[in-house]
């Protein structure tokens, strides 16, 4: 088993649609990341969470420290909004980030 | 533009060779991380350095080994070069190496092994 689990694996959604991609680790950690990869391969840092809920434009991002679990939403999904989203945590024993598999993510207009 | 600046874009060797990847950290930055992604493995921790000192060592092969130099810019060098060493060679900068920060990643450097 995985120490940072991410669901669904592929998910394709129709614009405007509000989508949601679940990441479960099983770790103790000290912060969890959210990065987007585009489709060349550049990766972005989206959100840092060590606790409650996060807001950046279209973008939310909770997390639930005791259920180790979470959330990243889109709302008002769009076609470039299509990448890979990857949940990552660092664990409280260091300063490694341990990557979950991504959820690669496709809008259709 | 994340500030943070990979050279090569793309390399292209053979089997057995010896390259050297550059990442110069986003200005202010003092901590520098290495990450391989590679088809069956996904992201994968390297190293991380600190103002010129090894901080954390993740899944590194003997064959690679890096280092950050004064100006806090970071090499990553990869020897005896296996196929299975192609990859997407990410290079990462923060603030400082406590949790609270967020790393920003650079374009990467894409590594054909033929």
């Known amino acids: 088993k995985n120490e940072v689990e991410q669901s669904p694996q592929n998910l394709t959604a129709q614009e405007g649609e509000f989508i949601t991609i679940n990441c479960s680790y099983s770790?103790?950690?000290?912060?969890l990341h959210w990065l987007q990869q585009h489709p060349g391969g550049g990766i972005v840092s989206l959100f840092m969470?060590?606790?409650g809920k996060k807001k950046h434009g279209r973008l939310i991002a909770t997390i639930n420290i005791q259920e180790k679990h979470s959330s990243l939403h889109i709302t008002a999904s769009h076609p470039r909004d299509s990448a890979v989203y990857i949940c990552?945590?660092?664990?409280?024993?260091?300063?490694?980030?341990?990557f979950g598999e991504g959820t690669q993510l496709t809008v259709n207009p | 533009d994340s500030g943070v600046t990979q050279t090569p874009k793309h390399l292209i060797t053979a089997t057995g060779q010896r390259v050297t990847l550059r990442c110069s950290p986003r200005s202010g930055d003092l901590s520098v991380y290495w990450y391989q992604q590679s088809l069956d493995q996904g992201l994968q921790f390297l190293i991380q350095?600190?103002?010129?000192?090894?901080?954390a060592k993740g899944n590194i092969l003997e064959r690679f080994s890096a280092q950050q130099f004064p100006d806090l810019h970071s090499e990553l060098n990869l020897s005896s070069l296996e196929l299975g060493d192609s990859a997407l060679y990410f290079c990462a900068s923060s603030v400082s190496g406590v949790a609270k920060n967020i790393q920003y990643f650079g374009a990467g450097t894409r590594l054909s092994v033929l």
């Open positions: 969470l060590s606790s």
């Open positions: 350095y600190y103002n010129g000192e090894e901080r």
């Open positions: 770790v103790g950690i000290s912060a």
């Open positions: 990552a945590v660092r664990e409280t024993s260091g300063s490694r980030l341990t």
